[in-house]
């Protein structure tokens, strides 16, 4: 039960609530469940805890298929993630012999999330701790190491609560100098991101733009989205007009840009209703399109820079595709559980990072699923761009927690790379991120709005961006170094087993506890 609450405890401190400061809790429970406990034990509870929190955090994969696939696709997949945390937790045996314990269970949990971030299929990141911490105390951490920094010191905080519970537990509640490694544990972490936020600047660093952001809506309809792409069209080109009926008369301030959501409309060849649209508004169109370029037979999730008379003049091609709906990976396989076998063929990846010239400015674009892998935002701003725009479309997921989930994620990168992030969402959540990660402006689901702010352009790199990935294969290299180390002690037993573990073990009157 401890297992499987701490599980859902973990996925209440996830967006949409403001409840960052219960995942350090959730995972104390694990690390109580774990306490002590052999290798096989603790990947069962493991087991748990992730299908405890699996299946509640991506629920709204149901909302996609509904009742003509039912639940084997949801169930499944929430099936596999929570068997990367089984194999996780059980290393936990393992590494909790090392002095410091809670700093090896923190590493090794965020090597089963670099683990599945790769394989199998390019991975799937959603459910990374550092994602649950788009405000609070733990955010700043992300401009120094990015979302695998910011998870690490959450872990830490947890596991190391558990030991200081498991110790005054064995000890009593008289303060002891067994206290003091799990009390750092604890208070470290969070002191650090407080300590780092004056240096999160938002200041900005070459001026600023006005950017207006169209949510022409779309029809909650899940899977059935399938047929509405003319609907989609239509919607956008229609809550434009009306943004263009507020810049004439007034009531919104003319933009330098215009963006428009992921796939928005198609586009495979001349589109002279969307070049008159442009023409109108006057500025260029950011405009996301299932795209066929010319002379190819492929078509590309891409981000078209559109300029009023000239057309489309550059363009970014999603690098990070879906598997089972933009790519299908092992077809005959895939049929069991998705719609897109038969009707679609694989579209054709992104090759580098790129900052468009946009408006004046430089942008880099981050096409929906994107936003959950860390190189592609990083790899746009070591390009050049002075702002982020995250063109998305999670209509088909309907109004459950998805879309705000994946906000939450644009808010993190917001912090990773000091740069403001513009949203651009289909039926909504559309939001305007500051650089300290905070919404400034933001839509509601399901509706046919648009929205026109001020956003700053900053061209300073963090430490995030400079480490790169450094700051994960470290974290991995110490996790994998903690598990041999782990196995050697384990190997020669004798005379290895710290001072406070066989106290604690003395305590609990058995070898298990102590190996805890």
Known sequence: MLAAGSGLLFCAGFAPRPLWWVVPLAFAGLGLVLHGRRVWGAA???????????????????????????????????????????????????VSRLPGAPVWQALVFLLQESARLRWPFNGFPWGRVGFSQPEGAYLSLASLGGAPLVGFAVLVTGFGLAQLVVRVRAGGVRPSRAWAAPALAVLLPPLAGLATWPSVDTAQEAGTRTVAVVQGNAPDVGIGLLGQRDTIRANHFAESADLLDGIRSGEVPRPDLVVWPETATDVRGPDPQLQTLVDEFGVPVLVGALYQPPGSDLTENAALVWEPGAGITDHYVKRELVPFAEYVPMRDIARWFTPFVDDTRDMRWGGEGAALDVAGARIGAVICYEVAYDYVARDNVLAGAELLVAPTNNAWFGRGEMSYQQLAMSRVRAVEHGRAVVVAATSGVSAVVAPDGGVTRSTSLYTATSMVADVPLRQQTTLSDRLGAWTEYALVGAALAAVVAGFVLRSHPSGTTTRADATEGEQHGGGDTAQG
């Open 44 to 94: 069962g509870y493991g087991l748990v805890f992730g299908l405890a929190f699996y299946l509640a955090h991506i629920v709204w994969i149901q909302d996609f298929l509904g009742e003509e696939f039912g639940p084997a696709p949801w169930l499944a997949l929430s099936g596999v993630l929570a068997a990367y945390v089984a194999l996780a937790c059980a290393l936990m045996p393992i």
